[in-house]
């Protein structure tokens, strides 16, 4: 079985999680935007929980983006050092993928639409569902839009429930369909430990750079 270590970042959370073996590890912080002085830190308190040195971790599992600017940069630059130093590969997976399975792994649905707060008149949305072993699958692919376009993206036909940061968006939908935002590396593990594929998805680390969805022209791509 594979060690496996996942690095969340994208919220204003950060969260750490290990698999070794059939046991999960792991560590979040209750500090907003604490990354820069948390990830570390927990890591190295994940590892010697799990009884496991540095090396022996077989891959990295990352949440890339769309989400925070800051925290994404920090995320991907300690996975990246981590996996050049081990000469081990990164698995990198969409943060709104993270966070419709953390939603699907504490809830009993099948389809759930996310929307999140992107800034400069943005907003991060995708659109998941869970097919039979309960892995999060994109039904459309995640993108940005402008907050006005949200009705166009979420009709106020919609039965699905909505995952959210900026719930005062949403008010044209009832409010029972409404919950909040929230990313955990438990999500995260979960899809790397069920990966298909997972050779082929495996990269190295200078194939890793983080996903900014919103403002193509604000951001680029730094591969």
């Given at each position: 079985m594979a060690n496996i270590l996942a690095i969340e970042t994208s919220s204003v959370y950060c969260s750490i999680g290990l698999k070794k073996n059939e046991d999960f590890f792991f560590e979040h912080?209750?500090?907003?935007?604490?990354?820069?002085?948390?990830?570390?830190?927990?890591?190295?308190?994940?590892?010697?929980?799990?009884?496991?040195?540095?090396?022996?971790?077989?891959f990295i599992a990352l949440s890339v983006g769309p989400g925070s600017f800051t925290g994404l940069r920090v995320g991907c630059s300690v996975a990246q050092g981590l996996a050049l130093g081990l000469e081990k590969k990164i698995l990198p997976f969409s943060s709104l993928q993270v966070l419709a399975q953390n939603f699907f792994l504490e809830n009993s649905c099948d389809q759930v639409y996310l929307v999140k707060e992107a800034h400069m008149n943005d907003l991060y949305v995708g659109h998941y569902h869970a097919d039979e072993n309960n892995l999060a699958i994109e039904v459309k692919e995640d993108t940005s839009i402008k907050k006005e376009n949200l009705i166009n993206f979420i009709p106020l036909s919609t039965k699905e429930i909505i995952c959210s940061d900026c719930l005062e968006q949403l008010n044209y939908l009832g409010k029972e369909q409404l919950t909040p935002f929230i990313n955990h590396a438990k999500g995260l593990l979960h899809l790397a430990f069920h990966s298909i594929e997972l050779e082929k998805n495996l990269k190295l680390p200078e194939q890793i750079y983080p996903v900014y969805l919103s403002g193509s022209d604000q951001w680029k791509k730094a591969k």
């Open positions: 912080s209750k500090e907003e935007n604490s990354h820069g002085k948390s990830i570390l830190s927990f890591i190295d308190l994940i590892l010697k929980k799990a009884g496991l040195k540095k090396n022996q971790i077989d």
